[in-house]
């Protein structure tokens, strides 16, 4: 089966910086859009950045633009989210998930189209 699996989370002082881990196996994720959501106490879950596997496609929420970058690496099957310059409101569990190519696409970020998550990963950011 699918297996998604996050790493990376901790607590860091605001102004510091993390990188998160999702290790992929199960599947070829050539037409895949993996993504990096979170959720905090009360709130829902969003989306914080996405990625294409192979179209070049790449989306940031508004808030984290310019202090995250999802990446990947091919050989390893793994997705990367390098956080800098973290804030405390950016502290949540974050998930790693995957969308099959829906249609056309191979990019989407919506959340019903993640067919595939990992169990999440707490980041915490103090002040």
């Known amino acids: 089966q699918v297996q998604l699996v996050e790493s990376g989370g901790g607590l860091v002082q605001a102004g510091g910086s993390l990188r998160l881990s999702c290790a992929a196996s199960g599947r070829t994720f050539s037409n895949y859009t993996m993504g990096w959501f979170r959720q905090a106490p009360g709130k829902e879950r969003e989306v914080v950045a996405a990625k294409s596997w192979s179209a070049g496609r790449t989306y940031y929420a508004d808030s984290v633009k310019g202090r995250f970058t999802i990446s990947r690496d091919a050989a390893k099957i793994t997705v990367y989210l390098q956080m800098n310059s973290l804030k405390p409101e950016d502290t949540a569990v974050y998930y790693c998930?995957?969308?099959?190519?829906?249609?056309?696409?191979?990019?989407?970020?919506?959340?019903?189209?993640?067919?595939?998550w990992g169990q999440g990963t707490q980041v915490t950011v103090s002040s």
């Open positions: 998930a995957a969308a099959p190519r829906s249609g056309s696409s191979y990019f989407t970020l919506a959340l019903a189209s993640y067919d595939y």
